[in-house]
């Protein structure tokens, strides 16, 4: 258990020396580099892949999906909400995420969605090695 320590402990010095102690202090969110390099390939234009990025920051733990309201995430976009609707939309239609719908009873989630990202994390992984392996050639 102390090694797995050490390594926390020396992960954290290396994000704050890169980023700063202040800069970390709301978190940080870990996201594979293929997802960047193939955003062309999952038809993700910038606006899709920002809203993207945002469902991530809330995904902390595997299978517990993010449901981040999507008036929040247009806010801190400078977006319209309609334009998060049209990027979550195509990300569903790109089968990259499932959309579920709650009721605004639920005790939890009060009516927000939530975004199960199971579709993308099978597309990554199928899509990756072939990625790697271009990157590999050159």
């Known amino acids: 258990m102390s090694d797995q320590k050490n390594n926390?402990?020396?992960q954290k010095q290396t994000l704050e020396s890169?980023?700063?102690?202040e800069a970390l202090s709301m978190g940080w969110s870990a996201i594979p580099t293929s997802l960047f390099f193939l955003?062309?390939?999952?038809?993700?234009?910038?606006?899709t892949f920002n809203?993207?990025?945002h469902l991530i920051i809330h995904w902390w733990k595997p299978y517990d999906w993010p449901h981040p309201s999507q008036e929040s995430i247009a806010v801190r976009m400078g977006v319209s909400s309609?334009?998060?609707q049209r990027s979550l939309k195509e990300l569903e239609n790109y089968g990259l995420l499932t959309k579920i719908r709650t009721s605004k009873d639920n005790p939890?989630?009060?009516g927000r969605n939530i975004y199960d990202m199971s579709l993308l994390v099978k597309s990554l992984n199928i899509l990756t090695p072939?990625?790697?392996?271009?990157l590999n050639e050159k």
């Open 8 to 10: 926390l402990d020396i």
């Open 18 to 21: 890169k980023w700063g102690k």
């Open 39 to 47: 955003q062309g390939a999952l038809n993700m234009t910038p606006t």
């Open 51 to 53: 809203v993207l990025l």
């Open 82 to 84: 309609r334009t998060v």
């Open 108 to 110: 939890k989630y009060k």
């Open 130 to 134: 072939d990625l790697n392996a271009k």
